[in-house]
């Protein structure tokens, strides 16, 4: 079956600092990869996405390319501040499937001043 | 635009008694979600409608967790006895199940703000 897999946290940097969540996954098919956001209190939100091989989505200073040959979707970030401290979950859903999403542990990241 | 709507954002009751969770999807959406998060367990999908049927509820726990979709504007998650292990935040997600080709997959899903369940 499909699987989603995520650095383990909490991930610790002071502001400024680059980010990187290491994401790898496992599908039947050919699958969209997505990262969402979750801040405290709220549900998740789409961060950003990519639908086919070698595409990058960015949104807001995040980026995450698309890797086959790895099967990766790792995310980063250059300088992140401290307002971008939240869970983030990768997530996939497969064209060969259901398309019901298949979701990341999550990854809490925690920014310092 | 309004985005999916959940109530209550918070409840407290005593074990035995019946939970009801209610949400309204994005106005277009057809395809439904509920999961429960935990973080013993993280994001679990507890079942799926779509165009208002039940497709997949093998992530329904047990027999006393029920959902009904009457209507593309409005789902209910019940819980009929509740017990302590049922405590969780609770959400509903909607998406659009429509893309270029048949391909649903790039469609993401849009998630409410969570009911945060204790039961007690």
């Known amino acids: 079956g499909d699987s989603v897999t995520q650095m383990e946290g909490p991930v610790t940097l002071s502001e400024e600092a680059f980010l990187t969540i290491n994401c790898t996954y496992t599908?039947?098919?050919?699958?969209?990869l997505f990262w969402y956001v979750q801040y405290p209190g709220e549900g998740l939100q789409l961060l950003l996405k990519?639908?086919?091989?070698?595409d990058k989505g960015s949104n807001k200073g995040f980026e995450a390319t698309y890797r086959k040959e790895t099967t990766s979707f790792h995310l980063e970030k250059g300088s992140v501040q401290v307002s971008d401290s939240a869970v983030y979950f990768c997530a996939l859903s497969d064209r060969g499937g259901s398309y019901i999403p298949t979701f990341g542990r999550g990854t809490s990241l925690i920014v310092h001043p | 635009d309004a985005g999916v709507i959940q109530s209550p954002r918070h409840e407290v009751t005593e074990m035995g008694q019946e939970v009801t969770l209610r949400c309204k999807p994005i106005s277009g959406h057809n395809s439904l979600f509920w999961y429960r998060q935990t973080m013993m367990r993280g994001l679990e999908l507890l079942i799926y409608f779509n165009n208002n049927v039940p497709i997949d509820d093998s992530g329904m726990p047990e027999d006393r967790f029920s959902a009904k979709m009457p209507n593309a504007s409005f789902s209910t998650l019940k819980i009929q006895p509740s017990e302590p292990r049922d405590s969780a935040v609770y959400f509903c997600?909607?998406?659009?199940?429509?893309?270029?080709?048949?391909?649903?997959?790039?469609?993401?899903?849009?998630f409410g703000d969570g009911t945060r369940l204790s039961i007690l």
């Open positions: 997600a909607s998406s659009e199940r429509r893309g270029q080709g048949g391909d649903y997959s790039n469609q993401p899903q849009h």
């Open positions: 599908a039947t098919g050919y699958p969209s």
């Open positions: 990519a639908t086919k091989a070698d």
